[in-house]
């Protein structure tokens, strides 16, 4: 079940939902499955509640070395596009050849390289200062995304997390392939 690696994160859903969660983003992933952990992500969506996880960035297909809880029906999966609109990949137009955003079971992409944050100061922090002009990844691109159904809500708090799916997954400007494909989901 593998519920010992992921107890904080299970926690933390049922804590999210129990207090008025309205959505829930986990820049989180891990290749270990747990049914605990998709029950989890089950109550959460059950509840009215959309789950959005970072695709992971070992530039890999989440069809063949799924990533959790990304890989998880009823969690929104997103991936990390380049600068240069597509799929972020260790060839892509950034410069940064260490990393690429999975991909399989994508719903879409969102900015994930270069992203300017808010950063805490000193060493607990990522970077030395207030800041950072660097944070990059599916954990960085995971946030637009529940950010974007957190404005739905705003609009209209009575839909539903597959609504709110369908509504993004809808309105993203096709990548790629024609249409939905594997690399990019439905695009950006």
Do not use: H
Not at 62 to 85: E, H, K, Q, R, W
Not at 148 to 172: C, E, H, K, W, Y
């Amino acid at each position: 079940n593998n519920y010992g690696l992921y107890v904080d994160f299970i926690d933390a859903i049922y804590f999210a939902v129990a207090n008025g969660a309205d959505v829930i983003s986990m820049s989180l992933g891990g290749s270990s499955y747990s049914t605990s952990f998709e029950e989890a992500v089950n109550f959460a969506v059950n509840n009215g509640v959309p789950v959005f996880a970072s695709a992971g960035n070992d530039d890999v297909s989440n069809l063949t070395d799924p990533s959790y809880p990304a890989s998880f029906v009823n969690a929104i999966s997103v991936g990390a596009m380049s600068p240069c609109g597509l799929r972020k990949t260790k060839t892509t137009c950034d410069g940064e050849f260490n990393w690429g955003s999975n991909y399989g079971n994508l719903d879409f992409i969102t900015p994930g390289t270069r992203i300017y944050t808010a950063d805490i100061t000193g060493s607990g922090g990522y970077a030395s200062g207030n800041y950072t002009p660097s944070f990059n990844g599916t954990s960085a691109a995971c946030p637009f995304a529940a950010g974007v159904a957190a404005l739905a809500l705003s609009v209209d708090p009575t839909l539903t997390p597959q609504q709110i799916r369908t509504i993004l997954q809808n309105g993203s400007a096709d990548a790629g392939e024609s249409g939905y494909d594997a690399e990019t989901g439905f695009g950006r």
